[in-house]
C-alpha cells in the first residue's frame, strides 16, 4: 500500500495550488481519503477529507470555501485544489487513508496509511 503526495510549492498569497495523491495497493472502498498539515512546531491538524464510496467531503473551518478535495476513483487519485493561499496555509501536507468509523474523519489515528507530506509555502 503506498500514498504519494505532489505538488507542493511556493505560492504568494492569494495564489492557487493542486495537491495530487497516487493511492495504490488496496481497494480504498469505505475509506476516508483525507488530507492534514504540519507547520513546524505544531501538531498535524486536519484539512479534509473525501469518502471514497460516494465521495461526500468534510473540511475544516479554515479552509471551507477555500480548498477542494476530490477523488478519481479510475486513476486512485486524490486531489486538493487550493486558492486563496494564505501564509498561515504554510505547512507540510499530507495525504493519509482510512477507515470510514463513526464520522471520525478529523482524527489522526483514524488514517493508518499516510502518504510522505509535500511542502507548500505561502508568502506573504
Known amino acids: 500500500v503506498q500514498l504519494q503526495a505532489c505538488g507542493g510549492g511556493l505560492v504568494q498569497a492569494g495564489g492557487s495550488l493542486r495537491l495530487s495523491c497516487a493511492a495504490s495497493?488496496?481497494?480504498?472502498?469505505?475509506?476516508?481519503m483525507g488530507w492534514f498539515r504540519q507547520a513546524p512546531g505544531k501538531e498535524r491538524e486536519f484539512v479534509t477529507t473525501?469518502?471514497?464510496?460516494?465521495?461526500?467531503?468534510y473540511y475544516a473551518d479554515s479552509v471551507k470555501g477555500r480548498f477542494t478535495v476530490a477523488r478519481d476513483s479510475a486513476k486512485n487519485m486524490v486531489y486538493l485544489q487550493m486558492n486563496s493561499l494564505k501564509p498561515e496555509d504554510t505547512s507540510v501536507y499530507f495525504c493519509?487513508?482510512?477507515?470510514?468509523?463513526?464520522?471520525?474523519?478529523?482524527?489522526?489515528?483514524?488514517?493508518?496509511?499516510w502518504g510522505q507530506g509535500t511542502q507548500v509555502t505561502v508568502s506573504s
Open positions: 493519509a487513508a482510512g477507515p470510514v468509523f463513526r464520522g471520525r474523519y478529523m482524527y489522526t489515528d483514524t488514517y493508518i496509511y
Open positions: 495497493g488496496r481497494s480504498w472502498s469505505r475509506y476516508y
Open positions: 473525501v469518502m471514497w464510496t460516494g465521495g461526500t467531503t
